[in-house]
């Protein structure tokens, strides 16, 4: 059973910076995509950073610069650095893993991130 279990959100002043982490289970973030979403009250879920099984990352335009996605395959967890934030990151962040050459993919509960202006 996979398990994926987000930590780390909360409420901080714009400008101010945070570290979101996404510790797996049944699942080896290392050779498996992984990514980060939010979704914000009322608006669809958007793909904030990603990285695949090779390491190569991609991000949003507007987190571009400012977030940073990692990944310590020793304790099977995904890291998102989110500086320099902004009242329009608020929103819940999900993290994503899907497994690799198949369709099969697993949703964390979510962590709120509150950016206060």
């Known amino acids: 059973q996979v398990q994926l279990v987000e930590s780390g959100g909360g409420l901080v002043q714009a400008g101010g910076s945070l570290r979101l982490s996404c510790a797996a289970s049944?699942?080896?973030?290392?050779?498996?995509?992984m990514a980060w979403y939010r979704q914000a009250p009322g608006k669809q879920r958007d793909l904030v950073a990603e990285?695949?099984?090779?390491?190569?990352?991609n991000y949003a335009d507007s987190v571009k610069g400012r977030f940073t996605i990692s990944r310590d395959n020793a304790n099977n967890t995904v890291y998102l650095e989110m500086s320099s934030l902004k009242p329009e990151d608020t929103a819940v962040y999900y993290c994503?893993?899907?497994?690799?050459?198949?369709?099969?993919?697993?949703w964390g509960q979510g962590t709120q991130v509150t950016v206060s202006s």
């Open positions: 994503y893993a899907r497994r690799v050459g198949t369709t099969y993919a697993y």
């Open positions: 990285i695949n099984n090779r390491g190569t990352t």
């Open positions: 049944g699942i080896t973030l290392s050779i498996n995509p």
